[in-house]
């Protein structure tokens, strides 16, 4: 039997295929809505339709839940951050200031403060699109954010539990190598034995495809594997296996190719000679060494030799001949195919980070300032990779001798532009007051200064924001240079205050 409530609905049904002008006029709606007494149009029709609708909905009973809910969220560890410092964050991952965001990261964490919750969605939806920022938000996610991560599927794929990181061999190709790359990073050994134990179920694409996930916590442990893995049948898995065993500096490997190399770089008389063979090794190629370019200058041996210098580590030299190494740099650019065999070198101390010879390194490019040694992608890595003391010292030290100005195109230029180090005090004096002094036509020097625009915002974001009061002050309005200058100054101005206001807040 149909209850009121069902025939109330069919009747309104019937009346809206039919249309009110086929209906008697005496019949009434029979649902609870305003009517006119004497007919009924379209828009009481409708009106009835939806408040029947929505009463039927109001009275279904709802399907019980049989799954366990989640834990409720923890309580935060530590102290929330202010309203201000979210508008600040807020006001950051809109787009001003974003460079800001590991200096906020960075205060959060020396100043023990939490993440402040309503912001945690958004910045989890930016981290799955940029994994640079995953690595920055990560340390700092809180209690608080861990829970809430691990409720949402997205968002639980940046940091995957134990149980997901062991089923790698079942997850998408696309996938394998990220989860047996966490995996590593939670635990080396488990990581290396689920490898091994599924070494033989997987073709030589997966195989080769999967194994520079061992680069995580690479370790003499590894060594074993990969040496079986270094006389597979596939080339592809060969040659994953060899530049991982060239990555450990003291590997059986790394003594073979020294045995070679050795011999053609000969220290005699305090002089270096290039000492290529005749005939190349064939043994080399177990090793990983195939070598390329017979056309270009120095041809195959050339090119041999290179790739030797380019995985044996560079303190290997040192001992060797027992030299500091801005001395090994300058002996080595003396020989025939100088600058060639130092940017191998570059990519072995890439390789094989080793401070001396990397600060070496960028000392002979600023002496010499030869482009071909730094203007290519591994010597800007490796720019990198020096320490900010050093960062600070050298480009001082530099502007001291070449300054006050950086030229367009330079190392200098392109090293204050791309470095993540902050400025000392003393460096953003040298850079924006020597500006200053020049734009203000106390100086003659006829430079090309539009790069300044992009050295101007890198000094707001790396100087200290205590150099607020000093930047703001020496500018003469009546200079014909300073009205083309304007807008990058008060950008700069306005990033320094920013940051000022941030780092307070975060402090308080």
């Known amino acids: 039997m149909k209850t009121a409530d069902q025939q109330n609905w069919e009747e309104l049904v019937r009346r809206l295929l039919l249309g009110t002008d086929q209906l008697p006029a005496e019949e009434q709606v029979r649902a609870d809505s305003?009517?006119?007494?004497?007919?009924?149009?379209?828009?009481?029709?409708?009106?009835?339709?939806?408040?029947?609708?929505?009463?039927?909905?109001?009275?279904?009973?709802?399907?019980?839940?049989?799954?366990?809910?989640?834990?409720?969220?923890?309580?935060?560890?530590?102290?929330?951050?202010s309203g201000r410092s979210v508008q600040h964050l807020q006001a950051i991952l809109d787009g001003h200031h974003q460079p800001a965001l590991p200096e906020f990261a960075q205060l959060l964490q020396k100043h023990q403060k939490q993440l402040p919750h309503e912001a945690l969605p958004e910045l989890l939806e930016q981290c799955r699109e940029k994994p640079e920022l995953w690595l920055l938000i990560?340390?700092?996610?809180?209690?608080?954010?861990?829970w809430l991560l691990q409720q949402h599927p997205h968002w639980s794929a940046l940091l995957p539990t134990t149980a997901a990181l062991e089923s790698w061999p079942l997850a998408a190709t696309k996938d394998q190598l990220a989860l047996l790359t966490a995996f590593r990073r939670e635990d080396p050994e488990a990581a290396l034995q689920s490898l091994t134990d599924h070494w033989l179920e997987l073709d030589h694409q997966t195989q080769a495809r999967v194994l520079?996930?061992?680069?995580?916590?690479?370790?003499?442990?590894?060594?074993?594997?990969?040496?079986?893995?270094?006389?597979?049948?596939?080339?592809?898995?060969?040659?994953?296996?060899?530049?991982?065993?060239?990555?450990?500096?003291?590997?059986?490997?790394?003594?073979?190719?020294?045995?070679h190399a050795q011999h053609c770089l000969v220290f005699q008389a305090n002089k270096l000679e290039l000492n290529l063979p005749e005939d190349l090794p064939k043994a080399t190629e177990e090793d990983g060494i195939y070598p390329t370019g017979s056309k270009t200058p120095g041809g195959l041996r050339?090119?041999?030799?290179?790739q030797l210098l380019e995985?044996?580590?560079?303190?290997?030299?040192?001992?060797?001949?027992?030299?500091?190494?801005l001395e090994i740099i300058q002996l080595v650019a003396k020989v025939s195919y100088g600058n060639q065999l130092l940017q191998s070198l570059t990519k072995s101390l890439l390789r094989h980070p080793d401070l001396g010879g990397t600060e070496a390194m960028i000392k002979w490019w600023l002496l010499?300032?030869?482009?071909?040694?730094?203007?290519?992608?591994?010597?800007?890595?490796?720019?990198?990779?020096?320490?900010?003391g050093f960062f600070n010292a050298?480009?001082?030290?530099?502007?001291?001798?070449?300054?006050?100005?950086?030229?367009?195109?330079?190392?200098?230029?392109?090293?204050?532009?791309?470095?993540?180090?902050?400025?000392?005090?003393?460096?953003?004096?040298?850079?924006?007051?020597?500006?200053?002094?020049?734009?203000?036509?106390?100086?003659?020097?006829?430079?090309?200064?539009?790069?300044?625009?992009?050295l101007l915002e890198k000094a707001a974001y790396q100087s200290d924001p205590q150099l607020l009061p000093l930047f703001k002050s020496g500018w003469s309005f009546r200079s014909s240079e300073f009205g083309r200058w304007h807008a990058d100054l008060e950008k700069m101005l306005q990033i320094l205050h920013f940051r000022g206001e941030m780092a307070r807040e975060l402090g308080g």
């Not at 009463?55 to 951050?81: H, K, T, W």
């Not at 995985?311 to 190494?325: G, L, S």
């Not at 010597?379 to 020096?386: I, T, V």
């Open 34 to 81: 305003p009517a006119d007494e004497d007919h009924e149009d379209h828009q009481q029709l409708l009106e009835a339709i939806g408040i029947t609708q929505i009463l039927r909905q109001g009275a279904r009973q709802l399907s019980l839940l049989d799954e366990v809910l989640p834990s409720p969220a923890p309580e935060a560890a530590q102290a929330p951050c």
């Open 138 to 146: 990560e340390p700092i996610l809180g209690t608080r954010g861990r």
């Open 212 to 259: 520079p996930a061992l680069a995580e916590g690479l370790s003499e442990k590894d060594e074993a594997f990969l040496e079986h893995c270094r006389l597979a049948k596939r080339k592809n898995v060969r040659l994953a296996a060899t530049d991982l065993l060239a990555s450990l500096p003291q590997s059986s490997l790394q003594d073979r190719l020294w045995e």
């Open 302 to 306: 050339l090119n041999w030799l290179q």
């Open 311 to 325: 995985r044996i580590p560079f303190a290997r030299w040192e001992n060797h001949w027992q030299k500091a190494p």
């Open 368 to 388: 010499t300032d030869q482009q071909s040694l730094w203007n290519n992608t591994d010597a800007k890595q490796l720019l990198q990779q020096a320490t900010p």
């Open 394 to 454: 050298s480009l001082l030290t530099w502007l001291q001798q070449f300054g006050p100005l950086v030229p367009n195109e330079t190392l200098p230029a392109y090293w204050l532009l791309h470095s993540p180090n902050a400025w000392q005090p003393a460096l953003s004096k040298m850079i924006v007051l020597g500006f200053q002094d020049v734009i203000q036509g106390r100086s003659t020097a006829n430079w090309d200064l539009w790069h300044y625009r992009s």
